[in-house]
Every structure is written in C-alpha cells, then in structure tokens.
C-alpha cells in the first residue's frame, strides 16, 4: 500500500506555537475532511474547511466516531508535540493498525526543552511524569547524564524533586509553555523545585554539570 493510499494521517503539531508548524502538517490538514485533536490543536488551523472533532478524555468514543467515517473521508489526527512522544498516536496505532496510518512527525516538547537549555539532547533519557510518576529505581537513572522529564503537576514536580536529590549533583531547568509566548526557563534548586507551581505543559532538565563542557 502506498503512503497516499494510508487514510489516516497522525500529524505532529509542535510544542504550541504555530511557528513550529512543518509545511508537511499544513499540507495535510489542507486536504483534510475530518480533523480530530484536542481544542488547543484545532485552533491552530482556523481556517480549514474539515469537519472538526474535539478529543476530550473519553478516546473510545474518538476511535469509534474515526471506525464509522473510516474510508468515507480522508480524517487527520493531530497531537501535541511529536507522535513519538507520548501522544493519541499510540491508542489510534493499536486500534486501526500501521498499515492504514501515516504519521508526519513534528518538534516535541523534549527537543525544545533541550534547545532552550543549549545543550544536545544525545543519549538522554525521557520519562513522563504528566499523569501518574514513573515507577523506576533511581540508581537505574544515576549513570544518565540528561534526563527530561514531562511534568506539570505539583506532585509530578516534588517527585522530580525527590529524584534530583537522589541524583545530585544535578542542575535543574524548569522549562514552561515552550515556543508559547509565556515561555519561561528556570534553573532551580531540588528543594526549590518540590515547592514550585508549574504549568501543566511543562518539561523538567536534570542535568549533570558535565554536559555543559561539551
């Protein structure tokens, strides 16, 4: 089967601002007919004739709603960030299979976290703290030299906080509402971090002091 014969396209949409649209997004949603993603994505393309369908939690009843349209309509899923990362890529994946799906990929929140803290983000190690902590043993992260965490809660950032400290010596950049105009990079301390208020579209760098060397 073809790419352009795929009648599910899953674009990636970038951490917020339109700027970080690709060409290959826009084209897609040009010639959308159904276009499904959160409130927040929808805005980001005033101007398309698609049918539009809002994503809220109940993600079945979207898969259901994509099922029945399915082949009827050429549909666009978009999703924050990159469909790598965390993101409505893998539940619509699982439900209709890789063979029906074209996933255009877009910048994540992780790469422009790393991006504003100048540093690269090779062998980093990502972990999502953005609805429940991660379950994990914080000497299997010891020997990490970057870690980025997506945060955006109060106890997301104590846990991260916590693990700092487990970690230490760490520098900390608290970075908030990237490529959004009230984009903000903070570097803190641990103690600082578990008292902290945070946007929910938040990623947290723990980084060894190494890294800026190189």
């Not at 994505?41 to 809002?54: G, S, V, Y």
């Not at 009827?72 to 790598?84: A, I, N, R, S």
């Not at 991660?134 to 906080?161: F, Q």
């Not at 105009?181 to 760098?205: D, H, I, N, Q, Y």
Request: a neutral charge; glycine letters at 8%; hydrophobic letters at 50%.
């Amino acid at each position: 089967m073809a790419m352009t014969d795929r009648p599910i396209i899953i674009v990636g949409c970038g951490p917020g601002s339109p700027e970080y649209l690709t060409d290959a997004a826009r084209h897609a949603v040009e010639h959308a007919g159904l276009l499904i993603g959160a409130d927040r994505l929808l805005e980001l393309f005033p101007d398309t004739k698609a049918e539009r369908i809002a994503v809220g939690a109940d993600i079945a009843a979207v898969l259901h709603t994509m099922e029945i349209r399915l082949g009827k309509v050429p549909m666009v899923v978009l999703v924050t960030g990159d469909p790598g990362m965390h993101s409505l890529a893998r539940p619509v994946l699982r439900h209709f299979g890789r063979a029906l799906c074209r996933i255009i990929p877009g910048v994540s929140s992780v790469q422009a976290a790393f991006a504003a803290a100048g540093v690269d983000w090779m062998n980093a190690r990502i972990l999502s703290a953005h609805k429940t902590v991660p379950d994990i043993d914080p000497r299997e992260l010891a020997p990490v030299d970057k870690i980025a965490v997506l945060a955006g809660s109060p106890a997301a950032l104590r846990w991260i906080g916590e693990l700092a400290e487990r970690l230490a010596p760490r520098w900390i950049f608290v970075c908030e509402e990237l490529t959004l105009p009230g984009e903000t990079v903070t570097k803190v301390s641990a103690e600082m971090l578990a008292r902290m208020e945070a946007s929910p579209r938040t990623v947290v760098l723990l980084l060894r002091p190494g890294v800026w060397d190189v």
